[in-house]
Structures are given as structure tokens and as C-alpha cells.
């Protein structure tokens, strides 16, 4: 993130003050957001902090809640091996057929494909270290392992 608003500082400041703007920083800016969110996905989804449909979610009990998390996390699984597939298709492609970007920089796109491949693998690790503790917790009734939120959402508060 730091290098990300550094590229764009330079840019602002390359741009309006010395009027004399870049041909790389909108490129590399694109690409490291897209690090960014990609490869933050993965600790998104440990930190629950993705998406779910709260209104049936905060309505039903914590096992039932580790059935949904395992339904849910089934279909990401899905997702990122379809999203791993694709990307890694295209990386081939981006080294044998020296895919660039289109722009007057024209960087190589094959590390954006790269990074999909390995933010897939690492969103689909933490997926299934999360649906382990689910499925723990839906047959033996307590948590794998202690943490502090769990032990609050399991006393009701």
C-alpha cells in the first residue's frame, strides 16, 4: 500500500507540478492494486471480514453458522480452482506469446497472471483451514482451537 500511494504521489507530482507526466506510474499502479486485492483476499477471508448475508447469518446458531461458512467455503473453493485454471492458461500464453499490457509503457502481463494463480492458492488454503475448524466444530460441538471471538459468539454475546 505504501508503494502504491508513492507511485501515485509521483505521478500528481510529476504530472501537475514539473508537467511532465509518466508513462509507467498509471500501469504499475493498476498492477499493485490488484496485488493488493488479490493477494489481500486470502487474509480477508481469515480475518472473516468477506461478505455474507447477514440478515439469515446473525439470525441462527453458531453450528449452523459452521454449516453455512462450509457450504460457503465448498463454493469459493469452486471459484478459485476455476479462477486458477484460467489464470494459469493465460500465463502460458502471456510468456509464450509476450503478452503487454496495452499502453505506451506496455509492460508484460504474465506476473499479473502469476499473482492470480498464487492469491487462488493461497484464498483456497485459508478456505480449507477455515471449513477444518467448521467441520470440527459442527461434530465435536466445541472449537478446534480457543480463540476469543469464538468464545464471545458462543456465550451468546
Do not use: C
Not at 509507467?24 to 471480514?49: E, I
Not at 509503457?105 to 480449507?128: D, E, N, Y
Amino acid at each position: 500500500m505504501p508503494l502504491l500511494a508513492a507511485v501515485i504521489a509521483f505521478e500528481v507530482g510529476s504530472r501537475y507540478i514539473f508537467n511532465q507526466p509518466t508513462i509507467w506510474a498509471y500501469d504499475t499502479s493498476l498492477f499493485l492494486s490488484a496485488y493488493l486485492v488479490g493477494l489481500g483476499g486470502a487474509y480477508a477471508y481469515q480475518k472473516k471480514t468477506h461478505i455474507n448475508v447477514d440478515i439469515l447469518y446473525l439470525a441462527v446458531s453458531p453450528k449452523t453458522k459452521r454449516v453455512f461458512d462450509v457450504l460457503t467455503g465448498l463454493l469459493g473453493i469452486f471459484f478459485m480452482f476455476v479462477l486458477m485454471m484460467i489464470a494459469y492458461e493465460k500465463f502460458g500464453e502471456a510468456l509464450q506469446f509476450n503478452y503487454r499490457k496495452m499502453s505506451n509503457w506496455a509492460p508484460p502481463t504474465h506476473h499479473f497472471w502469476m499473482m492470480l494463480v498464487v492469491s487462488g492458492a493461497l484464498i483456497t488454503l485459508q478456505i480449507t483451514s477455515n471449513m477444518v475448524k467448521d467441520i470440527y466444530y459442527v461434530v465435536a460441538g466445541h472449537a478446534l482451537i480457543s480463540e476469543p471471538e469464538e468464545e464471545d459468539e458462543d456465550d451468546g454475546n
